[in-house]
């Protein structure tokens, strides 16, 4: 799905805003909106990361930008709870008037988290399966393979960013069978596949790149396939191998 | 990415999160206290002190390096981590001629538990843009200087891999315990955002 959320190579975000370590949460409802997802998940709303990671990405395109981290997972889960038919679009608004109503001072008087030592009364939330799967097929890629990504995807979720499409990069790493995120995250069943580590040059990815930069992302075996080295690079790549 | 300085607790999705938050309890999903539990978990066990005692392990014994480097899954397996997130762990080695920075473009991947939480901005818009494209610029304005012929590895981990850099020991480190070591190791050292 090209969304907002597939940021990699784009332009016009400005400076990173840095912030030294220390802050977990800067305010109460960011752990609320924490345990709000483990919650969701313990009563069924979503039960695969790649699910909630695609429900994340459909949220309206403006709050992806402007509503932070936090912000998003909250947008994510109400979508989940909603298409679960565990809470109404309808009940959350109706909640979210009453709560916006000014209240008498001190009433809303809240602060930012703070730890007070006290063990989830609810326990860890389900433990999610893990997504490595073991594969009765020899993967179709070996390390120093050069390999071409796909030029297109469907509408769905996919982990192939649009900046790592149509472009060559070399396998430098097998790590065997794993659910496929573009059917999992659609009830399509698991599929698993090979996952590669692919390694693209800057020079490959971008107009004027970098020539001392790579770019290494993991990526599903359908997505990629065999492609040639050019003339002059076959020998380098005989070496390599 | 909100550049506004707003108090975080008057911004609207803090509103729709308690209005949320108050249907759910009522529905029996989520107990109030929960959310103590998320917050004492993430502050307090999991978080980079953990990924500092594996670079320090690192730094005083070779044999771990190298197994760390070769199989960093099975190397932590010792440490007794939790926090999740960490299904495959793969450890990127910095030295003289290769520097290695973490992100994920696609969504804000980490390994949780052995870094915590991510920061913010990881997660947002501007690093995760701009890191895959321009990492020497991104960098440098972060206030890392790299020397010119230096090799830049960025990984952007779009899958359930996840990636810790192992920074090189500093110099005026040695003789440390590793107790010691474990102190001088900085998260932003593991994402690859300083040395």
């Known amino acids: ?241 | 990415m909100s550049k506004s300085h707003d108090h975080p607790e008057n911004l609207p999705q803090a509103l729709r999160a308690e209005a949320l938050e108050t249907l759910l309890i009522e529905k029996g999903l989520l107990v109030a206290s929960a959310v103590d539990a998320v917050i004492t978990r993430y502050s307090e066990r999991v978080g980079p002190m953990n990924g500092a005692r594996i670079v320090a392990r690192a730094w005083v014994d070779p044999e771990f390096r190298q197994w760390l480097l070769e199989d960093g899954t099975a190397a932590i397996d010792q440490f007794d981590l939790e926090g999740g997130q960490v299904e495959k762990l793969v450890v990127v080695a910095n030295s003289a001629q290769i520097h290695n920075v973490v992100v994920c473009t696609l969504c804000s991947c980490y390994p949780w538990a052995i870094l915590g939480l991510p920061p913010t901005w990881y997660k947002d818009p501007a690093y995760r843009s701009r890191i895959v494209r321009e990492p020497r610029t991104v960098l440098h304005e972060m206030g890392l200087e790299l020397e010119s012929g230096m090799q830049i590895r960025v990984w952007d981990s779009s899958a359930e891999v996840r990636y810790m850099v192992l920074p090189e020991q500093p110099l005026d480190s040695a003789g440390m315990t590793e107790a010691e070591l474990a102190e001088r190791v900085s998260r932003d050292a593991m994402i690859g955002v300083v040395r």
């Open chain 1, 1 to 241: 799905m090209d969304g907002i959320h597939d940021l990699g190579g784009k332009h016009g975000h400005g400076e990173v805003d840095y912030e030294a370590p220390g802050t977990v949460f800067h305010a109460r409802w960011e752990a609320t909106v924490f345990a709000m997802v483990n919650a969701g998940a313990r009563a069924g709303a979503w039960n695969n990361f790649d699910r909630f990671r695609h429900a994340v990405e459909r949220i309206d395109p403006v709050a992806y930008l402007v509503h932070g981290y936090y912000g998003r997972w909250l947008g994510g889960l109400e979508t989940l709870l909603v298409e679960a038919g565990l809470i109404t679009t309808a009940e959350i608004e109706q909640r979210l008037a009453r709560v916006s109503q000014p209240r008498p001072s001190g009433h809303n008087e809240r602060v930012a988290a703070r730890p007070k030592a006290r063990p989830d009364p609810m326990g860890p939330p389900p433990q999610m399966a893990g997504s490595q799967r073991g594969m009765a097929n020899p993967p179709k890629f070996k390390v120093g393979d050069r390999v071409a990504t796909a030029t297109e995807v469907l509408g769905g979720h996919t982990r192939l960013p649009a900046y790592a499409r149509g472009k060559a990069g070399v396998i430098a790493a097998v790590h065997g069978g794993w659910v496929y995120p573009d059917d999992n995250a659609h009830g399509r069943g698991e599929n698993p596949c090979y996952l590669y580590t692919v390694t693209f040059e800057g020079v490959e990815l971008w107009p004027g790149g970098d020539p001392l930069m790579t770019v290494s992302l993991d990526l599903f075996e359908p997505y990629l396939n065999h492609v040639a080295w050019p003339a002059n690079d076959a020998q380098d790549a005989q070496e390599l191998k």
